[in-house]
């Protein structure tokens, strides 16, 4: 076990001193490498960043008005029907959005469910079974121009989808019922 953290710890510097030996072996100007690496990511980060702070700011007013507690409670009986608990919907939903935000919701749900109650486990498994789909498909594709996007959307829905009633499933086995 000590060997693992030592492993976990060095993880990092190894690899920059082997990207760095093997630049410097292989006669490659490293330094020169990294500026423009550095310049293309910045780049990358000017054309995105307009989309996330749209991202940010539209998540920022859909928990600031309310709505996804009204969405919430307009999915209430269809979810009943499935068996998802209702307190569950919106970090379900706007975890299809951001990261961050679906964690501040999750962490409301702990402090008024407790971590090892259904909802509680039910959240912890979806954050850690879903991704973020339309912020990864608007950074991505975002940051290469892509404008058709074909079937991802409906295939990053569906897994989040299975995802959910995985998580479901999986909570209701963990905590009894």
Do not use: H, Q
């Amino acid at each position: 076990m000590t060997f693992l953290l030592f492993l976990s710890e060095a993880m990092v510097p190894l690899m920059i001193f082997y990207m760095v030996g093997f630049g410097l072996l292989s006669g490659r100007p490293v330094l020169d490498d990294f500026i423009r690496g550095a310049r293309d990511g910045m780049k990358t980060v000017a054309g995105i960043f307009p989309t996330l702070v749209g991202l940010m700011v539209s998540v920022g007013v859909l928990r600031s008005s309310g709505l996804l507690d009204a969405l919430g409670e307009l999915l209430k009986a269809p979810a009943a029907l499935v068996g998802l608990p209702a307190p569950i919907l919106p970090a379900a939903l706007v975890r299809l959005v951001s990261n961050s935000a679906a964690t501040g919701l999750v962490l409301d749900l702990f402090k008024e469910y407790g971590t090892e109650s259904r909802i509680g486990l039910m959240a912890s498994i979806l954050m850690g079974s879903t991704e973020t789909v339309l912020y990864c498909m608007s950074i991505y594709f975002g940051s290469v121009g892509i404008r058709k996007t074909r079937y991802t959307l409906a295939g990053g829905l569906l897994a989040a989808l299975v995802s959910l009633a995985a998580s479901a499933v999986l909570s209701g086995l963990m905590a009894g019922g």
